[in-house]
């Protein structure tokens, strides 16, 4: 070899954030070879979760591999990837010693086109009877499904599977509408059939490949040229939102998914600066280009409603901002929707970096929309940890950049994240309060606090599982759940899920802690031990230990056990175990075990808090 | 070195990860471990969406040279 690869120089995390915003302006081949190279070196700093993916499918996948890295790097997924020699669905899931078992991966993504492996049913769909069509489906599916139920007695890792596309013109024209042998139907049924086989098998997701296609045009998904040369389905420019789309899946899985969204004012939220044209001048309404922010709003509002707490960061004069938002008539987004504001002239990172103070939430989940290049590369270079995102020049396409946040995604959506904006703004509320009461107790007593426990509930299973999965800093080890996870605890017969709902004279804060303890004779060991810390400094979580104590003592058991394992983000952890009279059992040992005795532990619950009696047990 | 051949040149190297100076009209693949059956896609993919042109690649495997690709764009008007 006379030429070698180049030797990449060293970039900072901030170098790393604009590469890979460069590739959203153009996903060209260029801008993602270049990223995936100049950022490597640097890759597993960048990155607070390693995984392991194994890529099985129908066809050449192996262009995915970077784009699918580069992306996952960026919602702080370091991804090791293998990719299966393409078209050995069936080899590689039931062999416990295959190459993809033998892999040890935590995520499978399944790839399987239906025009593969029932390649008739595409390309000569009208010489088949409604009955060969049907069983041609029936065979591959069966064939499927036993494959996946093989896997899964060896491997418990996660299985993503990509649904069934549409041809972009069915095979009888306009009749495929009304006709009984309808191809459209006919893939539409098998898509149906996959859910449900997904369904029956713990941790399987099925991705909806079929709206991807669909929403990128599915006359140009493909690329003939190398789908017939080199078995790629997919056209170049459309690798990296395939890559994004599959990693839309990954974030919630790893506890990666974003929770607030910072927005500019002027020119983002309205056209023109308020300060120069003041409340009535600003371009907002029923015309262009007011019409623009208008809808742009309405999406950001939509996001509030689905648990998305909303801030803002606006160099402007203090005040001018609150009014606008109080007095303008078509003003989508009000003051009560936004759970922080700064309106100043201090760098904007540093407000970001006080309102994830205020919120107790991690600066890592923030998400940052501004109009402004510079207000975007400052943020990048100083706060690369945030996801920073430029709006264009065009204000009619601030709305479908809203759409095309991916990173708030949750698996389901929960009673909870209807109303977080609300939760937020209310714990601003309480803090006004504590800042004018005297001692804490006092404090405590004002907020005349609730606290309803609920064991084995299966109605609270989506809830626990997204509380793994949402909270870093009051965490005991960060191990997520699935739902499937939870409701096996559930059904267990020797854990219990304890569910912690919390409701005070501001509102009902919902269910906001979580345990599972593994109950024997002689001890109960915390298998998970979670809070929320929006609620957290106000002795619930004592209150918590100590009520989950109280039951295990009755229960006979002389201690609880519980491990604490440090990451970067649980420290508020730490110091709780010793505040509740737990110790250390050896020290030295990873992860810590901490004991709490329960021959004379106390009991007993603050006089600030009442217990209401824990709803019946269901599982 | 014409703003084309520059276009050239960046467009490998990102692709086979080398110094822009290193592709000549020696590159082939026997030079360079980066330059495998994929990258060779991804080459021409590449070169496609840097010049704006759709290369007629009756058979991608016989471009396997910077002499060849280069002679591939010419065909397609471009001059490199």
Redesign the interface.
Known sequence: ??????PPTSITPGDAALLLAQIDDRP???NI??AA?RIAPIASSLASVQKRLACLSSFTI??LKTPLELQALRAGLHLQTHVAPYGQIDQELIDPHSGVASFKPDVVLIAVRLRDVCPALYDSFNSLSPDEARAMIDDWLARFKSAVMSFRQHSQAHLLILNYEAPAVPALGIADRSSVNSQSRLIQAANASLDAIAAAVANAHVLDYDALIAAHGRATWEDR??AL??R?PVA??HYWPFAGFIVRYLRPMYGLTKKVLVLDADNTLWGGVIGDVGVDGIALGYDYPGSAFVAFQKRVLDLYHRGIVLCIASKNQPGIVEEALKTHPNMVLREKHFAAMRVNWHPKPQNLQEMAADLNLGIDSFVFLDDSDVECALMREVLPQVMTVCLPREPARYAAVVESLDCFDQFSVSAEDRVRGELYRAESGRRQLQSAVVDMPTFYRQLAMKVTFGINQSSQISRAAQMTNRTNQFNMHTIRCSEDDIRRFMTSGDHEVITLALEDRFGDSGVVGLAIVRKSPEKWVLHQLLMSCRILGRTVEQAFVKWIAGRAKSAGAAQIVGEFVPTTKNKPFAEFYASCGFAVQSPGHAPVEWILPLANVDTTIPDWIAIQSPDSEVS | MSQNQERFS??V???????PE?VTDK?TPD????WD??NQ??LV??L???FGVSLV?QD?AEYQSVVKLKALLREHGVEV
Request: aromatic share 4%.
């Open positions: 070899m006379d030429t070698k690869a180049n060209t081949l260029v070879n270049t190279r192996d262009f040229r190398m040369y080199g790629i170049a420019q | 960046q467009t190297s990102a692709i086979l990860g080398c110094a290193d590159l030079q360079i471990d980066t059956s994929l896609i991804n993919g590449a496609e969406q840097e690649a991608l």
